[in-house]
């Protein structure tokens, strides 16, 4: 009884000490993986497999003469030419050819569901999956278009009796309402997450000093009020150009300045960053960050670059350091960020994190992402990558 008992007790103690060596293992081989670059770019290509050359992907040939668009989609890559929006699989096989009866495209994505209309014309669609989820005629020329998650979408149209009209529809294709700016002009518009506010960005050109503003309108009290639907003003400072909305959750809209972003809400405002003149690339359209490229002087005359994503809701910072000459572009996608090195494309995540590392012997033209998909565009073909 007693030899069971002293088994029993060696065996907890065998079974403890294992557990304590693989938690200091896993320790170990974290912060080396966080410090040591050599080690983690190992990690990366034999165990993670991070880092992809070019030619050893799936690809897709594209026809450089037809002139076409290449966009990332939920899963696909898609290339838009001739009328013709062809949906490819990471594999580099076509999902779905649709016709588009468009064209010069205007496109906006958001998660599953891409809007598209005609640049300055009259029609639009949605695109959900593989399918025309509808699509509709306005009157005016269409200026600008905005989808959410949700598939809800914004119409901006120009060259009507008003300055801008913003139309409203939902994920059926149903116009819910409109809306009339006539003291200025919109230039951008985004959805709530939860459907309940649109949030208008418009410019005012017509007084001595330009200035910019943002109305925020109730989705609810606009189908029976659209006139008394605002429930929030806001106005710029003195010379602003507002270039961008992005809702990134149910109240809170990120507004895009010339030399600030500042976050509006339904009851509030706050000012989340100042532009400088070395931030190179901004963007606010991840789901809770703002992706910043900037320069930092590391001797006379040279520059090292970083990525910086700051929270818009808790305020934290994380940073990527780009150990390479001028990034010739930034993109984002919901979390993913892709950065176009020229020979090199890096894609992180809004921690900061390395998701894929793409090298080239040729130059990259430029790169689209999606939510799990991304294409690294050339001359005539474009290198899938799966993220």
Same mark, same amino acid.
């Given at each position: 009884?007693?030899?069971?008992?002293?088994?029993?007790?060696?065996?907890?103690?065998?079974?403890?000490?294992?557990?304590?060596?693989?938690?200091?293992?896993?320790?170990?081989?974290?912060?080396?993986?966080?410090?040591?670059?050599?080690?983690?770019?190992?990690?990366?290509?034999?165990?993670?497999?991070?880092?992809?050359?070019?030619?050893?992907?799936?690809?897709?040939?594209?026809?450089?003469?037809?002139?076409?668009?290449?966009?990332?989609?939920?899963?696909?890559?898609?290339?838009?030419?001739?009328?013709?929006?062809?949906?490819?699989?990471?594999?580099?096989?076509?999902?779905?050819?649709?016709?588009?009866?468009?064209?010069?495209?205007?496109?906006?994505?958001?998660?599953?569901?891409?809007?598209?209309?005609?640049?300055?014309?009259?029609?639009?669609?949605?695109?959900?999956? /593989? %399918?025309? *989820?509808?699509?509709? @005629?306005?009157?005016?020329?269409?200026? $600008? +278009?905005?989808?959410?998650?949700?598939? !809800?979408?914004?119409?901006?149209?120009?060259?009507?009796?008003?300055?801008?009209?913003?139309?409203?529809?939902?994920?059926?294709?149903?116009?819910?309402?409109?809306?009339?700016?006539?003291?200025?002009?919109?230039?951008?518009?985004?959805?709530?997450?939860?459907?309940?506010?649109?949030?208008?960005?418009?410019?005012?050109?017509?007084?001595?000093?330009?200035?910019?503003?943002?109305?925020?309108?109730?989705?609810?009290?606009?189908?029976?009020?659209?006139?008394?639907?605002?429930?929030?003003?806001?106005?710029?400072?003195?010379?602003?150009?507002?270039?961008?909305?992005?809702?990134?959750?149910? /109240? %809170?809209? *990120?507004?895009?300045? @010339?030399?600030?972003?500042?976050?509006? $809400? +339904?009851?509030?405002?706050?000012?989340? !960053?100042?532009?400088?003149?070395?931030?190179?690339?901004?963007?606010?359209?991840?789901?809770?960050?703002?992706?910043?490229?900037?320069?930092?002087?590391?001797?006379?005359?040279?520059?090292?670059?970083?990525?910086?994503?700051?929270?818009?809701?808790?305020?934290?910072?994380?940073?990527?350091?780009?150990?390479?000459?001028?990034?010739?572009?930034?993109?984002?996608?919901?979390?993913?960020?892709?950065?176009?090195?020229?020979?090199?494309?890096?894609?992180?995540?809004?921690?900061?994190?390395?998701?894929?590392?793409?090298?080239?012997?040729?130059?990259?033209?430029?790169?689209?992402?999606?939510?799990?998909?991304?294409?690294?565009?050339?001359?005539?073909?474009?290198?899938?990558?799966?993220?």
């Amino acid at each position: 009884m007693k030899n069971d008992k002293s088994q029993k007790a060696k065996d907890s103690i065998t079974k403890i000490l294992i557990i304590f060596f693989i938690v200091i293992v896993v320790i170990f081989v974290i912060a080396r993986y966080a410090t040591d670059e050599e080690f983690r770019s190992s990690i990366n290509i034999n165990v993670f497999k991070k880092e992809v050359l070019e030619s050893t992907l799936n690809s897709i040939e594209i026809d450089t003469d037809s002139n076409p668009t290449v966009y990332a989609f939920d899963k696909y890559i898609v290339v838009f030419s001739k009328n013709k929006l062809i949906e490819y699989t990471s594999d580099g096989k076509i999902a779905k050819e649709l016709d588009i009866n468009i064209s010069v495209p205007l496109i906006t994505i958001n998660g599953k569901y891409m809007a598209i209309a005609e640049k300055e014309g009259q029609k639009m669609y949605l695109v959900s999956g /593989e %399918n025309i *989820i509808w699509n509709t @005629n306005v009157e005016g020329n269409i200026s $600008g +278009i905005n989808v959410n998650k949700n598939g !809800y979408v914004s119409i901006v149209i120009k060259n009507t009796t008003y300055k801008s009209v913003i139309a409203f529809y939902d994920l059926s294709g149903t116009e819910l309402f409109r809306t009339y700016i006539s003291s200025s002009y919109a230039t951008c518009t985004s959805v709530s997450t939860n459907n309940q506010y649109l949030a208008i960005g418009s410019v005012d050109y017509s007084g001595t000093i330009i200035k910019s503003y943002v109305k925020i309108i109730s989705i609810e009290k606009a189908q029976k009020d659209p006139e008394n639907s605002t429930i929030y003003n806001y106005e710029s400072e003195n010379g602003e150009i507002i270039t961008n909305i992005n809702y990134q959750d149910k /109240e %809170n809209a *990120i507004c895009v300045f @010339n030399s600030y972003v500042q976050k509006i $809400g +339904i009851s509030s405002d706050e000012r989340l !960053y100042d532009i400088t003149e070395n931030d190179l690339f901004l963007d606010v359209n991840l789901s809770n960050s703002i992706a910043i490229i900037d320069k930092q002087s590391s001797g006379l005359f040279s520059y090292e670059y970083e990525v910086v994503i700051k929270n818009t809701n808790n305020k934290s910072e994380s940073l990527y350091i780009l150990d390479s000459d001028l990034p010739k572009t930034m993109i984002v996608s919901n979390d993913n960020i892709g950065l176009n090195l020229g020979n090199e494309v890096r894609i992180i995540n809004s921690n900061g994190w390395l998701l894929k590392k793409y090298s080239s012997n040729n130059q990259i033209k430029s790169l689209v992402i999606g939510e799990s998909i991304a294409g690294i565009i050339y001359k005539n073909k474009i290198e899938l990558i799966d993220l």
